[in-house]
């Protein structure tokens, strides 16, 4: 079935939506005003991570959307505890809805993700694990490829597959791992391939970024199962990296990262850095400081992964703090989302706006990262 991007789809897709989050807009910017026009023309698409009932709910994420992005990717509700949490009768009004947008407004859209163990729903994977039935895995793709086949030009199929600490031969042990053995993935890029002949096809994981021993390990173990999948002649397109960048890590590593993407590239894939954000380690700073530092790690990031013309796009892991996974990730982040008038201060600032969506210095870095390679 093709996804019609009537309003009417719109608002019933809306009807369907738990209640948008109306917070108060609050303090803790250091600008405000309209962030400038995005530069033109650039080489690499730009996108965000969004929700439905923030785009419809907050005018003013909606008008940042429209203003930055051409690309768009649902955080959660193309996951499949999202679409099928029920067996049988999956449930596609939110992902329904941000298409419909994103078409309005011309974006493409980033799927994420058809396979990822933390978001797949128990019934699966109690299926999975007994029977090792790859017909619910592959009833689940044919749920999402062909629907949306002419919205979503590229999938995350596999997320986060990597383990190199727990892991066998640096692959998690995940249900799908355990049922179907270390070829899942192969298995898995070739099903969706079947479905979806025309969609760049990808794997994400996290933890690619730093000068510290597992890291450099996980760095490794994304190189070889890249190779061992090319060399099965998996229907690979690219590889997904997350950057959720952390101020806690220490320096990025220049020159091991431009020869970990070099080496990807080298590989024949496509590079997408798909989820990034910024972790603060000391929210006790000045906030200009805060702010200078966030941007600071994200534009050494971008600037030596754009310096690889593999990197296809950049995405944030949403655009305002006001909505970061991140502060759900602390108790006093997770407090100060839900204090009355919000705090900005209080909330982890790793996302180029802040909650009252005044740009901040990161907004200016990753703009400016983007046009300088374009
Ligand atoms: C996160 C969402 O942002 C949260 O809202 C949700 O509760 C859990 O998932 N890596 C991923 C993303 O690949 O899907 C995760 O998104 C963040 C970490």
Known sequence: MRVS???????????????????????????????????????????????????????KLRDALIRDCTCLTPEVHLKWSAIEWDRGRPWFANVDAIIAFAREHRMEVRGHTLLWEQTTPGWAREAIETDQDWGVIDAHFANLLPRYR?????????????????????LRRNVFQRAFGPNYIVRALESARALAPEARLMINDYSLEYDNPVDEARRAAMLGLVERLKRAGAPLDGVGLQAHLDLGKGRLPARRLEAFFGELAGMGVDIVITELDVREADRGL????????????????????????????????????????????????????????????????????????????????VMGAMAAAA
Not at 330 to 353: E, S, V
Request: aromatic fraction near 8%; glycine fraction near 8%; charged fraction near 20%.
């Open 5 to 59: 991007a009537s309003r009417r789809q719109v608002l019933t897709a809306l009807a369907a939506l738990p209640l948008a989050m109306s917070v108060p807009f609050g303090s803790g910017s250091t600008q405000s005003g309209p962030a400038a026009p995005p530069a033109a023309p650039r080489r690499a698409y730009f996108g965000t991570a969004v929700r439905p009932d923030q785009i419809f709910g907050d005018p």
């Open 150 to 170: 002419d919205s979503i030009g590229e999938w995350d199929v596999v997320n986060e597959p990597i383990d190199t600490e727990q892991g066998d031969d640096g």
């Open 286 to 365: 000045p906030l200009a400081t805060r702010d200078a530092r966030v941007a600071e790690a994200a534009r050494e990031y971008l600037d030596l992964a754009l310096a690889q013309p593999a990197v296809t796009g950049i995405v944030t892991w949403g655009l305002s703090d006001r909505y970061s996974w991140l502060q759900e990730q602390a108790p006093r982040t997770k407090a100060a989302l839900a204090a009355r008038p919000l705090d900005g201060a209080a909330l982890n600032r790793g996302l180029p706006y802040c909650a009252d969506f005044g740009p901040k210095p990161l907004h200016a870095a």
